[in-house]
């Protein structure tokens, strides 16, 4: 079965860093864009950073500067650094990624379980 894993969230104080990181298993033929979101309490949820294969990135404003979105095609694996990291950074960010598998016809959406990040003193 094709999954999404992220891992690296934990409690964090503001000013500090961390990363987080996806892999995809399963019988997969190719990734095409691969996205973070995050979804912070009572608030829908909200892309982050995308990624294409190719490597061209965008960032929501609030995160510019500060996180960088980036991407292993041969280890099937994303990340995001996250720098100076702020509580409202607080929520379960989610990986999320475009993948063709070899019965597909087109490509599949497939999301992660999420992994926390709370930014608090």
């Known amino acids: 079965q094709l999954q999404l894993v992220e891992s690296g969230g934990g409690l964090v104080q503001p000013g500090r860093s961390l990363r987080l990181s996806c892999i995809a298993s399963?019988?997969?033929?190719?990734?095409?864009?691969m996205r973070w979101y995050r979804q912070a309490p009572g608030k829908q949820r909200e892309l982050v950073a995308g990624i294409t294969r190719d490597g061209r990135t965008n960032y929501i404003d609030s995160v510019k500067g500060r996180f960088t979105i980036s991407r292993d095609n041969a280890e099937k694996m994303m990340f995001l650094q996250m720098n100076s990291l702020r509580p409202e950074d607080t929520a379960v960010y989610y990986c999320n990624a475009d993948i063709m598998d070899r019965t597909s016809l087109a490509p599949d959406h497939y999301w992660g379980q999420g992994t926390q990040v709370t930014v608090s003193s």
């Open positions: 399963g019988t997969i033929y190719n990734i095409y864009v």
